[in-house]
């Protein structure tokens, strides 16, 4: 772990994380409190952020959809009434529908970019008045934003979104000395991913990973940490997969790992 004045921790930071109730949020969360930070978790009910009241460290809770404005007011509020700024916020919350262009409703197409791609920009639009110099937002995209997904249209669309979406506002914020940038996760065992526990189909995307295993949330968690943080300065924009190597191929052939696991 980063020490507090090597500039890589956010120690002293006032960090606002979305979807922090579980997976990668909750991963985040224990990351930023390990370091020092002044954390504000947000996620749908107090219920799912119960679990906070666990830590050695006064986590301020704010309960609501990302997709209303009214609860992303609120966690920009908590954040400046308590401690009288806005360091870095870390919208993560979304949701994974599946469907195919086909047969997915637009109700779920609806939903999805609902709470993925209007919870992000209103996510911004609270925080960036509230932010100065030195500021982050990160937010969290996925390989399914990079690269296409068959039976998953609405949350490729929204993760495309997302991605284009950090790197426009990156660029409309720059002069003001705040950062925006977006982590893309890959396979990672978190709830969206329970379902695949012991199937063929976990099996069969293991194989498709470069490193033969899905990541722990705390792996995504520590590049949301590290955007965030002062250690990053320079870098704004940006679309980082952490991913296990799955999009530095061209999915033609299987790997190594593949071939020994019975996948050609």
């Given at each position: ?21 579980s ?88 939903r ?34 990079l ?23 990156a ?62 300065s ?31």
């Amino acid at each position: 772990m980063s020490s507090p004045t090597d500039g890589r921790s956010n120690h002293g930071r006032v960090v606002i994380v979305t979807g922090a109730g579980s997976g990668i949020g909750r991963a985040t969360v224990e990351m930023l409190v390990a370091e020092g930070s002044h954390v504000i978790a947000v996620d749908l009910d107090d219920a799912s952020l119960a679990w906070t009241q666990g830590l050695d460290s006064d986590v301020l809770r704010v309960p609501g959809s990302i997709a209303e404005e009214a609860t992303n007011r609120a966690m920009v509020a908590a954040a400046v009434e308590a401690h009288g700024r806005l360091d870095a916020v870390a919208l993560n919350a979304g949701i994974m529908v599946s469907g195919d262009i086909n047969r997915g409703t637009m109700e779920d197409f609806d939903r999805v970019m609902d709470v993925n791609v209007r919870g992000a920009v209103l996510g911004m639009k609270a925080s960036l008045p509230a932010m100065g110099d030195g500021g982050s937002i990160v937010v969290t995209g996925s390989v399914s934003g990079l690269r296409a997904d068959s039976g998953f249209f609405a949350y490729n669309a929204a993760k495309a979104a997302v991605v284009n979406l950090a790197r426009a506002a990156a660029l409309d914020v720059a002069h003001l000395g705040i950062r925006v940038n977006a982590v893309c996760p890959g396979p990672t065992r978190t709830g969206m991913m329970e379902a695949t526990d012991g199937t063929p189909i976990q099996t069969s995307m293991t194989a498709r990973v470069p490193l033969q295993r899905f990541a722990d949330p705390s792996e995504i968690a520590a590049a949301i940490c590290f955007l965030a943080s002062p250690g990053a300065s320079f870098i704004t924009g940006v679309a980082l997969p952490v991913d296990g190597g799955v999009t530095c191929g061209t999915a033609q052939w299987a790997t190594y790992g593949a071939r020994k696991a019975g996948f050609e």
